[in-house]
């Protein structure tokens, strides 16, 4: 959702047509929430990602996410298949950090989990979105 925000904010358009994601507020937040999610995810004090909160935000952003990168038309079904993708992989992906915050600890764990992430969602995004809106 962040790198999905990034490119909006660059005035890159997306396939699906999503007004919520014109707004400026939108965009920002959508940011803001992937910088913060970085950080916090490093707390001991976090909460694992399947918890009801953590789940919801999952299914909310990667509902957002799928219809804005699903071609135009085909919104409901990119939302569903995100959504389909993103609850299960919390689940596998949460399996993955316990076991590597066994061998190499939280923090460390976190950093390499996030770098991954952050670079398949700006390779996702920038593969599927277009040029510069008005270019």
Known sequence: MASLAAAR???RRTPGHLVLLDR???KWGGLAMGVGELFGDKMKSAPDRTVFLGLLARVMSAGIAGAALAPRG?????AAAA???AVPLAYLTLAGRKRAMARIGQTR????EDALIVAAGAAIVALVVGRKTGS
């Open 109 to 112: 764990s976190g950093l390499i």
């Open 83 to 85: 959504v389909a993708t």
């Open 9 to 11: 904010l660059l005035d």
């Open 24 to 26: 400026p507020l939108f």
């Open 74 to 78: 085909r919104e409901e079904a990119g």
